[in-house]
C-alpha cells in the first residue's frame, strides 16, 4: 500500500468464496436400497438398540439373575456353569468331537474359525446387493450359525434342573454371632498371640482354614490336649506358650462355648 494510493485487498485463491454447505445426497431415485448414513440409518440403529435395551432392563428387574453361595474351593460337588450367553460353547464341549483328545478343536479352534468369519464378515463379503435371497451364501452362513447356538443353547439348558441348582446354591449369609467375645480376657490375648485367630477368626466362628471353637463339647483338658497334639487337620505344636497361657486358653473356650450354650 502506497500513500495516497488508497488499500488494496489481498485475498487467498486456496479459500473459495461459493463453498457449497454440506447437503445430503438424494437417494429418492433408490428407494428402500439405500439411504444416509448421518442422520438416518445411524438414528434407525438408535432407536432399535433403545428398544432392546429397554426391554432388556424390564426383564433384569422382573427376574432378577438369581445369586449362588459363596466359592468353596473344597465342594468338588459343585458343578460350575457358564453364563447364558456361553451356553452353546459349554455344550459343544460335550460331543467327541470337541472334548477328551479333541478339546482344543472344540474349545479354540471351532468358536476361533467362527468368530473370526464373524469379523471378517464385512472384508469378505463386498457385494452390494443388501437383499437376503440374492446372497445365499452369507444369508446360510448366518441361519446356520443362529439354529446352532439356539440349539446347542437349548440342549445344555434343558439337561440342566435349574430349580435344585437354585436350591443347592442359596446364598448362605453368616449367621450372627450371639456369644459376646470378651476381649480383655486373658485368654483372648493368649488366642491372639498363638495366631489362632489367623484360622479361627476373631469371634471363633471358624473359616474356611479350620472349624468354629462356638459349639465344641470338649473340656479344658480336651481343649489342651488338642491345642498342643493337635486334631484332624490341625498339625500338632500349634501352641508356644506356656502353661500357663495354655490353661487361661482353654478355660476362655470353655466359657465361650458356655455363653452359647446359654444363648440357645
Not at 489481498?10 to 428407494?31: L, N, T, W
Not at 459363596?70 to 464341549?93: E, M, R, S
Not at 443347592?168 to 498363638?194: C, F, H, M, R, T
Request: hydrophobic share 40%; net charge negative.
Amino acid at each position: 500500500m502506497k500513500r495516497g494510493k488508497g488499500m488494496k485487498f489481498v485475498g487467498d485463491s486456496r479459500v473459495r468464496a461459493d463453498k457449497p454447505k454440506f447437503i445430503p445426497k438424494d437417494y429418492s431415485e433408490y428407494p428402500g436400497r439405500t439411504e444416509a448414513f448421518w442422520p438416518n440409518f445411524l438414528l434407525k440403529e438408535w432407536l432399535v438398540g433403545a428398544v432392546f435395551l429397554v426391554g432388556f432392563l424390564c426383564l433384569t428387574i422382573a427376574h432378577p439373575a438369581p445369586l449362588e453361595k459363596l466359592a468353596d474351593p473344597t465342594d468338588t460337588a459343585y458343578v460350575p456353569l457358564p453364563d447364558w450367553y456361553f451356553l452353546f460353547l459349554y455344550q459343544l464341549l460335550k460331543y467327541k468331537f470337541a472334548s477328551g483328545a479333541f478339546n482344543v478343536l472344540g474349545s479354540v479352534v471351532i468358536p476361533g474359525l467362527a468368530f473370526g468369519a464373524l469379523f471378517l464378515a464385512p472384508f469378505l463379503d463386498r457385494g452390494k446387493e443388501r437383499r437376503p435371497h440374492k446372497r445365499p451364501i452369507s444369508t446360510g452362513l448366518m441361519l446356520l450359525s443362529i439354529v446352532a447356538i439356539f440349539w446347542l443353547t437349548f440342549e445344555a439348558a434343558h439337561h440342566v434342573d435349574w430349580e435344585a441348582k437354585a436350591e443347592n446354591n442359596k446364598p448362605e449369609l453368616p449367621e450372627e454371632n450371639a456369644v459376646e467375645i470378651d476381649q480383655s480376657d486373658p485368654g483372648y490375648e493368649v488366642y491372639q498371640a498363638n495366631s489362632c485367630i489367623q484360622c479361627h477368626g476373631d469371634d471363633l466362628s471358624g473359616g474356611a482354614a479350620a472349624p468354629s471353637l462356638i459349639g465344641t463339647e470338649h473340656g479344658v483338658d480336651e481343649i489342651k490336649d488338642i491345642a498342643v497334639n493337635g486334631i484332624g487337620t490341625m498339625p500338632a505344636d500349634q501352641f508356644a506358650g506356656s502353661d500357663e497361657e495354655l490353661q487361661q486358653l482353654a478355660e476362655f473356650i470353655v466359657s465361650v462355648n458356655e455363653q452359647a450354650a446359654e444363648g440357645d
